[in-house]
């Protein structure tokens, strides 16, 4: 019996006859929760949004501190392979994510927003720069927002196809007009010193969206969806060699990997066996079938108990993943089958990496470079048995020496699949030579 | 390469409207221009930098560096239709490689078109590799020019060489 979908960020995603205009948003309820919203202290949301336990899908949560935000960025420049849901929201439910936003700087007093746009979704930056002009035609955006002497503007700014954008730190350079290059933390905290050096918020946009679902059902009645520090829906994103790939929303730990991929996703394409799963995007480290993972759990009676849970059995939340060594990440989920190469899977998601890579700090650089390289030589066959632990040894020594996550990103993958599949690099590593 | 292009009035009206986008910093506006820029003229040439850096009153430096940096800006033509193959894993288990090299060999592409857009001798068709288009679901997918295609197999590639041809 497969798990229901809790749709909140996709309730109006392909849904027969839904579509993206300002129109048809209103007429299934769009906006009301704005109107509701400037009628209220700003300091009433920001409580309903804390008690809510929202945690950004990426981003870094409204501010606590005592800084006043004066710039709110969306950044909507999901790129990291394996997951495609803010391409959904755009292109088919734009407005919910305007909402949002409009939302979330009138609860900061924010005048100025940037809503950050992969440059690869022209179509997605036109439909929402008319969604824009749609809402202040309808005075939801602009000057004098419903009366009430709240002014705000939203400008729609297009990236150029830099994947370091995402890094939040790289997008506000980025949106400054220079090179991506991310900023170090501390003192560059987006909170502290974001935008032209003022206190900034940057969220993304599953996060601005379900601000409009927290004031809908109340914070407290959002923060009982999914687990305690785990609350609210996510997002998942299913790819590679499943029955029905797609996007799915489901209340967090609401289900298991087991249950996602078979129940949901209708199993492996052509009765085949799984091989290996990468759980939260290609920078979640890699998960291998017919693995076992002790993990802690807390038991009825309160006392913690170590458990032993095959893959299939492991709930898709934030701590558990964390706790088995990988993460849930962007909810990207790419499962390969027992037919698949492992070098050639990871020699894929090197290159990727290898032009990705900034170029700012030397070990990211050179080290995704060498890393792409080995991979490529591996998956030719053209390398030996030995050159699987230099790649081990060159994956080691990127991550903590980096300005950003980006190390981190790129040599997790290389370290759990040449752990985990040792033997295969070993063996196709000096294949071709023997020939 | 270096024909200078001429700029109407309608082109600049519209850099100054996204300029004032940017009330704090000018600066601010250099990826919004040279999209404009390349969308209208093609790719960003030497004249391209100069422009934008005056209009911006930065140093053409200042535009050169974004225009090495950011993979979607060119320096050269690119085909009149333009094929955009996303590389990324799920795309690649989905057959994203195959679609590449027939497109590649439909369209009598020569080179390698890793990342940079390789173009067919009478400068017609384009075709590269570029990473993630975040639709992994349904893959492989492209971009010709700007539209967007998912679960392209060869018959509906051949269909779109066809539409756009």
Not at chain 1, 141 to 150: A, C, E, F, V
Not at chain 1, 285 to 290: C, I, N, S
Not at chain 2, 131 to 158: H, I, R
Request: hydrophobic share 35%; net charge neutral.
């Amino acid at each position: 019996m497969a798990i229901a979908e809790k749709r909140l960020i996709l309730k109006n995603i392909d849904v027969a006859g839904y579509t993206n205009d300002i129109e048809c948003y209103i007429k299934n309820g769009g906006y009301e929760v704005l109107r509701k919203a400037i009628a209220m202290k700003p300091q009433e949301i920001v409580a309903e949004v804390k008690a809510s336990g929202l945690r950004g899908r990426g981003g870094a949560g409204f501010p606590t501190k005592n800084t006043k935000p004066v710039y709110l960025i969306c950044n909507a420049d999901e790129s990291e392979p394996g997951t495609f849901k803010d391409r959904q929201i755009i292109h088919k439910d734009p407005h919910q994510l305007i909402e949002g936003m409009i939302i979330s700087c009138f609860a900061n007093n924010v005048k100025l927003a940037y809503l950050y746009i992969r440059g690869e979704f022209p179509e997605g930056a036109r439909i929402l720069e008319r969604a824009c002009d749609e809402a202040r035609q309808k005075n939801l955006l602009g000057k004098n927002i419903l009366g009430t002497g709240y002014d705000l503007e939203i400008y729609i700014h297009r990236g150029a196809g830099a994947y370091i954008c995402g890094e939040e730190t790289g997008l506000i350079e980025s949106l400054e007009g220079k090179r991506a290059y991310p900023r170090i933390k501390p003192p560059y905290f987006p909170a502290v010193l974001g935008l032209y050096m003022s206190p900034t918020i940057v969220n993304n946009v599953e996060t601005l969206c379900n601000v409009i679902h927290v004031l809908q059902m109340g914070g407290a009645n959002f923060s009982k969806l999914g687990k305690p520090n785990n609350t609210g829906t996510r997002v998942l994103c299913v790819s590679g060699d499943v029955v029905k790939p797609g996007y799915y929303e489901f209340e967090v730990g609401a289900l298991t990997l087991g249950q996602l991929i078979y129940d949901v996703c209708g199993g492996i394409r052509d009765g085949k066996k799984i091989k290996a799963i990468i759980p939260g995007g290609s920078s979640a480290k890699v998960l291998k079938a017919g693995e076992i993972y002790k993990i802690k759990q807390k038991q009825a009676d309160g006392s913690m108990a170590d458990v032993e849970m095959r893959l299939e059995d492991i709930p898709m939340d934030f701590d558990t993943m964390a706790a088995i060594g990988s993460m849930a990440g962007s909810g990207g989920v790419i499962v390969m089958d027992e037919t698949r190469s492992m070098p050639e899977c990871l020699a894929n998601l090197s290159e990727f990496y290898a032009h990705e890579s900034c170029g700012q700090c030397t070990p990211c650089r050179e080290g995704s470079l060498w890393m792409k390289k080995l991979t490529s030589r591996i998956r030719d066959g053209k390398a030996s048995a030995n050159d699987v632990g230099v790649l081990k040894n060159v994956a080691d020594n990127i991550a903590g020496r980096t300005i950003c996550a980006f190390g981190e990103a790129c040599s997790w993958p290389v370290q759990s699949f040449v752990t985990k599949f040792k033997d295969e690099f070993e063996t196709v590593a000096g294949n071709g030579a023997k020939k | 390469m270096s024909c200078e292009v001429k700029i109407s009035k309608e082109f600049e009206a519209k850099v100054d409207e996204v300029i004032t986008h940017y009330p704090v910093s000018k600066r601010s506006a250099s990826l919004p221009l040279l999209h404009l820029w390349q969308e209208q003229f093609g790719y960003v040439s030497n004249q391209a930098v100069e422009w934008i850096a005056a209009k911006l009153d930065l140093q053409p430096i200042n535009v050169y560096e974004l225009v090495t940096f950011y993979p979607m800006f060119r320096q050269h033509p690119a085909g009149k239709i333009q094929f955009k193959v996303c590389r990324t894993l799920s795309c690649a288990l989905a057959g994203g490689y195959e679609l590449f090299d027939h497109l590649k060999t439909n369209c009598k592409i020569e080179g390698d078109g890793h990342h940079g857009p390789a173009v067919s001798a009478d400068g017609k068709y384009s075709i590269e590799f570029v990473e993630c288009l975040a639709s992994c679901g349904t893959g492989p997918v492209l971009m010709v020019n700007e539209d967007f295609y998912e679960n392209v197999s060869n018959d509906k590639a051949n269909e779109l060489v066809k539409k756009y041809g």
